[in-house]
C-alpha cells in the first residue's frame, strides 16, 4: 500500500484511509448509513401495514426476506474479511489455462470494458482500501505463481451474488402479484356460489334429481372417452389446454364442491377462495426463499460455463421446459378427476362430486409441484440477473456474454417464463395443490391456529401423565381450551368439518 514514505509517486487509487480527507470518509460512510437506515424503515412499515391488515403469511414472507438479506449481508462480510486471505493463495498459472468462461486471447479485449464499468467507478477505491490493492498479486508472483482470485475478481463475485438474490426476491414478488390479480377473476365465482346456496329453498335431505355423468358440462370439456384419460391423447390435451381458458366456471365449481365434501361436508358454505388464498400466501414464503440446493444449483452452473460449450443457451430453456411439464401436469390432474367419476358412474344424483387424492401427483406428493415451480422461479431469476450483471460489469460486447445469435432467444425465454408462470401455472397451482388427500393449515383462522398449536405442545408435554379429574386441556399460553371448543369454533370460522363426524355424501351410481 502506498502512503508509508519511500520514493515511489503515490496515485489517486492508491490512497489509504491515513491520507483521505476526514469529510469525505464522514460524507459517504453518511450516504451508505442513510440509504440502509431508509431501506430498513421501509421493510419495517411494510411489516406493521401487513400485520394491521391480519396478512400473517405475507408478513412471514417479508420476515423470509429479511433472512435472505441477513445471509446476502453475512456473504458479503465473509468476501469482504478474506478477500486479502484469498487473493494470497497462489497457484501455478497452468492451472488458470483450463475451464475458462472466454478464450485467453480474448483477456485483453475485454478488460477494457472494465474502464467504464459503474460498480468499478464507485466502489473501486473502497475494494483497494479493504484489500490494499494488488498485494495478492504481488506476493504471488514473488513465488513465480498467480493468485487463485484476483481483487476484482472476488469483488465482480460479490456484486453477482447480490444481483442474484435481489433479482429473486423482486421476481417472486411480481409473480405472485400477477398470480393473485389472474385469481382475483374467480372471485365472482365463489360469490355466485354464495348466493346460490343462501338462496336455495326446500328440505336439504329431500332427494335430488338424477342425472347421466354426460351431462355435466365438466364431464363434456374433461372427459375424453374411456381410457384415453392417462393415455398419450390425454396428456397431449392437457399440455395445450394450459395455454387456453386454464381453468373454467365448471372446473371452479367441480373442485370446490370436491374440496368441501372431502374435508368439511357440513358447511357447504365454505369460502374455499378466500381459504386457497390463504393457502397461496403461505406458500409465497417457500418460494420467496433461496434454498441450499438452488445455490448448489449456481455452483454447477459456475463450474460449467466454459468457453465453447453454450451452458448458457442450453440451461435458459430448462425453466420453460419444466414450467410446461408442471403445467400440462396440473391440467391432467383435472382430466383425471373427471374420468374417475365418468369411468366408473353412469349418474349422479344432485351435484357432480369429485374425490381428491394424493395418488394424482408425482410420487403421491403434492408438495413437488411448489418446489418444482420454486426451482423455475430461481432458475429464471439467475438467468435474468446474470445477463444484467454481464452487461453491467463487462459490457455487451463481452465474450463472455456469449454469442448475439443466443442472446435473444435466452431473453424472450426468460420474459415468457415469467409471464407464463405467472398468468397460467400458479394460478393453477393455487387450486389443484388442493385436490389432495390432506388440506393445509391456512384452512384454520389465525387463534384457531394458535389454540390447535398451543394443545398439540401441551399434549405432547403431558404424554404419559395421568390428568386430574374434571381438568380441562390448556393451550398452552394461558388461555383454557378444549377440544370440543376447537371443533366448535374451526366448524363455525371456516367450516373445518373434518374434526366432526360427517354424513356419507351424496351417491353415485
Known sequence: MAGGGGGGETTSTDITLEYTPTWIVAAVCSVIVLISLIFERLLHRAGKVLKKKNQKPLFDALQKIKEELMLLGFISLLL??????????????????????????????????????????????????????GGGSDHCAKKGKVPL??????????????????????????????????????????????????????????????RQVEQFRFIQERFKGFGRGGGLYGWVHSFFKQFYASLTLEDYTTMRLGFINKHCPTNPKFNFYKYM?????????????????????????????????HVYFYISWVPLVILLIVGAKLEHIIVELA?????????????????????????????IVLVLIHFILFQNAFEIAYFFWILSTYGFNSCIMGKK?????????????????????LPLYAIVSHMGNSFKRAIFDEHVQAGLVGWAQNAKRNKGKVPKAGATTSTGNGGGIQMRGVHRDAAAEQGTATLIASPSPSPQY
Open 80 to 133: 469482504t474479511v478474506f478477500q486479502s486471505t484469498i487473493t494470497k493463495i497462489c497457484v501455478k498459472e497452468s492451472v488458470m489455462h483450463h475451464f475458462l468462461p472466454c478464450k485467453r486471447d480474448t483477456l485483453a479485449s475485454s478488460t477494457k470494458h472494465l474502464a467504464a464499468d459503474f460498480f468499478t467507478g464507485v466502489l473501486g477505491g473502497g475494494r483497494r482500501l479493504l484489500a490494499g490493492g
Open 149 to 210: 482470485l484476483s481483487v476484482e475478481a472476488v469483488h465482480q463475485l460479490h456484486i453477482f451474488i447480490f444481483a442474484l438474490a435481489v433479482t429473486h426476491v423482486l421476481l417472486s414478488a411480481i409473480t405472485a402479484v400477477l398470480g393473485l390479480t389472474q385469481i382475483n377473476n374467480w372471485k365472482p365465482w365463489e360469490q355466485k356460489i354464495q348466493q346460490e346456496i343462501a338462496t336455495a329453498n326446500g328440505d336439504p335431505d329431500a332427494p335430488q334429481a338424477i
Open 277 to 309: 388464498l390463504r393457502a397461496l400466501e403461505a406458500d409465497f414464503k417457500k418460494v420467496v426463499g433461496i434454498s441450499w440446493y438452488l445455490w448448489a444449483f449456481v455452483m454447477l452452473f459456475l463450474l460449467l460455463n466454459v468457453n465453447g460449450w
Open 339 to 367: 374420468h374417475e367419476v365418468a369411468e366408473k358412474h353412469a349418474a349422479v344424483e344432485g351435484d357432480l362430486l369429485v374425490t381428491p387424492s394424493d395418488d394424482f401427483f408425482w410420487f403421491h406428493r403434492p408438495k
Open 405 to 425: 445469435l443466443f442472446l435473444i432467444p435466452r431473453l424472450v425465454t426468460s420474459v415468457l417464463t415469467q409471464l407464463f408462470c405467472s398468468y397460467s401455472t
